[in-house]
């Protein structure tokens, strides 16, 4: 199992910051446009412990389709989405919101692994850790953006 964890802080208060990250459209907002990422799911009654949200995206131009479940919703502390059907054999994303320092600290703990055995381990090693790296460094870039 993999793990990566950023953590980036911002000037405003916990509650304004989760409320950011209760909306699933803005995960539009601080994914990398290279992705192509979308929504397909409209949250008609937000998000929630047993929501589910379904996405496409593009990764190195192949088209995918990913659903996520909310497998915990705790607000404004935290909330975990897990991959029911995408790309990864495992995907389990917590995130965290800390107050410190007069702001925000948002704390984002990803675990995943790819398929595929000995296989998935070494493109993960060759390429899945590098394109994570860079689309939590882009998400980390465009919520000190946003925030600002």
């Known amino acids: 199992m993999h793990e990566l964890t950023r953590t980036v802080w911002v000037p405003h208060p916990r509650a304004e910051v989760f409320d950011f990250f209760s909306k699933a459209e803005n995960l539009e907002k601080i994914t990398p446009p290279w992705l192509r990422f979308r929504i397909q799911t409209a949250l008609s009654n937000g998000m929630k412990e047993g ?6 995206l593009r990764v190195h131009g192949v088209p995918l389709r990913w659903l996520t479940v909310i497998e915990k919703w705790n607000p404004p502390l935290e909330f975990i989405d897990v991959q ?28 995943y692994e790819l398929p595929f055995g000995i296989l998935g381990r070494l493109v993960q ?3 899945v850790a590098r394109d994570v790296d860079e689309i ?7 919520i000190q953006r946003i925030f600002r």
């Open 51 to 56: 929501a589910t949200i379904a996405y496409s």
């Open 84 to 111: 029911l059907n995408g790309p990864y054999r495992v995907w389990r994303h917590t995130h965290r919101f800390v107050e410190i320092d007069g702001g925000t600290s948002i704390e984002d703990l990803v675990q």
């Open 125 to 127: 090693r060759l390429q």
């Open 136 to 142: 939590f460094d882009y998400r980390a870039r465009e």
